[in-house]
């Protein structure tokens, strides 16, 4: 039976999230149905990582099995004549029966957008975080360097964080400035629920000078949430690649263009 991986893309402001839920729509609901239209048969498919409502993502990898073949590019081109116009595939590939679109990943990487000028965005606002009070990127980037390696993210973590225990290992995090948008990058093996978001929140208090940069460190030794800040909004979320072994070769989104103007 083949299996098969896809590339999804979405603007996530119009979902109730990834999964499907009884009561509102999500992007998974969406996505199985197309599929379904494409394979003639019903199709489940299986997420990287589950966004939460109102998040983005551009490098979103799921994975399905399917009793039937279709022709190259037919799980794009078909598949997305099927979908609403905020949910694309992007690509295709066919993978090894012991390929898995969440186990089998061995990072993920999200980038938080913000637009930083006195005015809010007219234009963009479901799409990135508008904060109105100058930011002190240059420290931003230094407090966040206290989050790299294991650590124990409690106080980073959502009250109703479903995971069996909060450490994660923190790859890489940047924090950088192109004109009035702020990026904030931050790569680890796993997230805990609310974890970028709330990372952000606090780094948010150290670049308008509300808390100094050792602050962050401080916050990794409380393991307390309520001692950290408010959550940051959804919507300058994205999940923007899923890092895999080696052996599998997918299409990779290119961030470096992602709303650098």
Same mark, same amino acid.
């Given at each position: ?7 999804? =893309? ?11 839920? *009884? ?14 239209? /494409? ?36 799980? %794009? ?14 690509? *295709?590939?066919?993978?090894? =029966?012991?390929?898995?679109?969440? &186990?089998? @990943? ?6 938080? %957008? /913000?637009?930083?000028? $006195? ?11 508008? #904060?109105?009070?100058?930011?002190? #990127? ?5 407090? @966040? ?14 009250? =109703?964080? *479903? ?11 940047? %924090?950088?400035? =192109?004109?009035?948008? %702020?990026?904030?990058? /931050? ?20 670049? *308008?000078?509300?808390?100094? #940069?050792?602050? /962050? ?10 001692? @950290?800040? $408010?959550? @940051? ?16 070769? &997918? ?11």
């Amino acid at each position: 039976m083949p299996r098969i991986a896809l590339g999804i =893309e979405y603007l996530g402001f119009s979902y109730c999230g990834w999964q499907k839920q *009884q009561d509102c729509h999500g992007v998974q609901e969406h996505l199985e149905s197309a599929l379904a239209k /494409i394979a003639c048969e019903p199709i489940e498919v299986f997420c990287a990582g589950r966004t939460d409502r109102g998040v983005h993502a551009i490098g979103q990898v799921v994975h399905f099995d399917t009793s039937v073949t279709r022709p190259v590019d037919a799980w %794009v081109r078909g598949t997305n004549t099927h979908l609403p116009n905020d949910i694309r595939v992007t690509w *295709q590939e066919t993978v090894d =029966e012991a390929f898995h679109a969440r &186990f089998s @990943a061995v990072a993920r990487r999200y980038r938080y %957008v /913000i637009v930083n000028r $006195p005015v809010r965005s007219a234009l963009f606002y479901a799409q990135q975080t508008s #904060v109105t009070r100058p930011l002190n #990127v240059e420290l931003m980037h230094l407090a @966040a360097q206290s989050l790299l390696g294991e650590h124990d993210f409690s106080s980073f973590r959502a009250a =109703e964080c *479903q995971a069996h225990h909060p450490n994660r290992h923190v790859i890489e995090v940047t %924090v950088m400035r =192109e004109g009035d948008f %702020v990026f904030v990058d /931050i790569e680890a093996n796993a997230f805990l629920h609310h974890m970028v978001r709330n990372i952000v929140g606090s780094l948010l208090k150290v670049g *308008q000078g509300d808390r100094p #940069v050792s602050w /962050i460190t401080d916050l990794l030794e409380l393991r307390d949430r309520t001692k @950290a800040a $408010p959550t @940051a909004p959804a919507n300058g979320l994205y999940l923007t690649h899923v890092r895999y072994p080696e052996h599998y070769t &997918f299409k990779q989104v290119n961030m470096a263009d992602l709303w650098k103007r």
